[in-house]
């Protein structure tokens, strides 16, 4: 049976809570109830707005509540949780006809006439069955968001992703967006969270090497990218784009051929996180322009790796990749600009908080998971050069999530 364990960083999402003067957060959007749960609510990603919510109190000492149907919980086979635990579980039923308000009696599969009992299904109905005896169903999703907010002060300030939240409780409260204070707490990883992109980035990475080892000259673009989807779902990840030659080009004809290199940018993710990788690839020995280009991402993809750690800034890193290039002579851009990865591909708050995407110059902080874009944005050079790789923020430094060897791969 599955016990959702939230993986939602507590400490920092008190710290920025706090900071805007928001008592708790309401969450609506399936990716949020799961990283604030660890519950995944398969029907809410289906389309059923609040068939499940989750609240998280500013107070971190104050467990996370996923509010979810009493039949959801059974259906699902989800466990019961520690009373003591980071996370409590509210369920809800119909309202029940008597007495007024009273929610209406749990609802399970009926058993079939002669038939053998299932031991699955007697365990998910027990468990279903231990958290209604410890906690009572509520009469519908209002009852059961209105209870899990008890104890606020009236007309405090709530942070929601979405409409449902006000619509249940009306006026109550204050509203605000939660995104923007999300993206802020999802920036700091959790314990929980770091294993989770450990996992995404190696398995990402190798998903996409042994795709691209398994393309011969005369292949597609298009069969290295159904190549690169299958691989990350025999390894139980879900692909969510592989870039080849630039987007740009996707216009030409699209074949692995001697004489053209051309970048690879493969992103997956696991769990709901994140992997994001970037390399070179060509067939047979690439020529002196693509030599250079080559040589200029790895001084940069260097620099950038001896420059990481805590205290610095986006534009600190962005400054140490090209002044590599600079001083070894070449005369060559690349963005070396970092973004946040996650349980987004680009995961990281706005500048000023705003709800559209404006890049920030944000501060580097331990346990920060980092992917930098070591591209060489010039043409003419034989073909395309990309390098990245995912960076977790150490104490003192940083430490690569992914195999960083072999920035060209040769077929």
């Keep these: 049976m599955s016990l959702p364990t939230p993986l939602m960083n507590r400490n920092r999402a008190e710290q920025v809570m706090d900071a805007a003067g928001v008592a708790a957060l309401v969450l609506t959007d399936p990716t949020n109830i799961y990283h604030a749960t660890g519950f995944w609510p398969q029907t809410v990603a289906m389309g059923q707005l609040g068939t499940a919510l989750a609240v998280v109190p500013a107070d971190r000492g104050r467990p996370a509540i996923l509010i979810t149907s009493q039949f959801v919980h059974y259906f699902f086979d989800m466990d019961n949780v520690d009373p003591d635990g980071p996370l409590r579980i509210f369920l809800y039923t119909a309202p029940g006809s008597e007495p007024e308000g009273a929610a209406a009696p749990p609802t399970f599969f009926r058993s079939a006439p002669g038939g053998a009992a299932d031991p699955f299904e007697r365990a998910t109905r027990a468990s279903t069955l231990d958290l209604l005896d410890a906690t009572p169903a509520y009469a519908g999703q209002r009852a059961a968001l209105g209870d899990a907010l008890a104890g606020l002060a009236a007309g405090c300030l709530i942070a929601s992703d979405g409409a449902l939240p006000h619509m249940l409780l009306g006026d109550d409260y204050a ?25 995404a980035a190696h398995e990402n990475a190798q998903a996409a090497r042994t795709s691209i080892l398994s393309m011969r000259e005369g292949g597609s673009y298009e069969e290295l990218r159904l190549a690169f989807y299958a691989e990350t779902g025999r390894r139980g990840g879900i692909p969510l784009f592989l870039s080849v030659d630039n987007i740009a080009y996707r216009q030409r004809d699209g074949l692995i051929r001697e004489g053209r290199a051309f970048q690879v940018d493969a992103v997956s993710h696991y769990a709901g996180y994140h992997g994001d990788y970037g390399r070179t690839v060509c067939v047979g ?40 290039i600079a001083a070894a002579g070449f005369d060559m851009a690349t963005p070396s600009s970092p973004h946040s990865v996650g349980l987004f591909h680009t995961d990281e708050a706005y500048e000023g908080d705003a709800m559209h995407f404006v890049k920030a110059d944000h501060l580097i902080e331990k346990d920060m998971v980092l992917s930098v874009d070591c591209p060489i944005m010039q043409t003419d050079m034989g073909g395309t050069v990309h390098l990245e790789d995912l960076w977790l923020i150490t104490e003192n430094g940083c430490e690569p999530l992914n195999d960083t060897a072999s920035p060209l791969i040769q077929l």
Excluded: C, F, T
Aim: net charge positive.
């Design 285 to 324: 020995e690439p020529g002196p322009a693509l030599k250079d280009a080559l040589a200029a991402a790895q001084l940069a993809n260097d620099a950038v790796r001896a420059i990481l750690r805590p205290g610095i800034r986006y534009s600190d890193v962005m400054a140490a990749g090209r002044g590599a």
């Design 175 to 199: 509203w605000r967006p939660a995104e923007p204070l999300l993206r802020r707490v999802r920036m700091i990883k959790s314990p929980q969270e770091i294993m989770l992109m450990r996992h």
